[in-house]
């Protein structure tokens, strides 16, 4: 049974952190691109950063490139989110996510690359507030 266990959600004031992690099971977690995505109320889910399977690049939605840092432990089979400098308006829910595929993009055509938002398996995501 595939699996993806988001942990490490809460409150927190503006201008703090959190560390979200997701362990995964039931897959070959080093085979996947790790993505982690949010959904705040009343708005589409967005894809918030990656991390690849083949070589560990990483991207960053533009509003959080510097706050926060993605990572992940094949052995351990897990990925991480590091959130620095925390806002108001990254209040969310936050989910982790998997999909078989190299990099965390995917040909967008004429207008290039596009980050990656169709995955094979989504975590029940955990809850983020950043108070003011």
């Known amino acids: 049974e595939v699996q993806l266990v988001e942990s490490g959600g809460g409150l927190v004031q503006a201008g703090g952190s959190l560390r979200l992690s997701c362990i995964a099971s039931?897959?070959?977690?080093?085979?996947?691109?790790m993505g982690w995505f949010r959904q705040a109320p009343g708005k589409d889910r967005e894809v918030v950063s990656c991390?690849?399977?083949?070589?560990?690049?990483?991207y960053y939605e533009e509003s959080v490139k510097g706050r926060f840092t993605v990572s992940r432990d094949d052995a351990k089979k897990t990925v991480t989110l590091q959130m620095k400098n925390l806002k108001p308006e990254d209040t969310a829910v936050y989910y982790c996510?998997?999909?078989?595929?190299?990099?965390?993009?995917?040909?967008?055509?004429?207008?290039?690359?596009?980050?990656?938002?169709?995955?094979?398996?989504w975590g029940k995501g955990i809850l983020v507030t950043v108070s003011t």
């Open positions: 039931g897959f070959t977690f080093a085979n996947y691109a």
């Open positions: 996510a998997a999909r078989l595929w190299p990099s965390c993009t995917v040909s967008g055509g004429p207008e290039g690359p596009r980050p990656l938002y169709v995955m094979d398996y």
């Open positions: 991390v690849s399977s083949s070589d560990g690049s990483t």
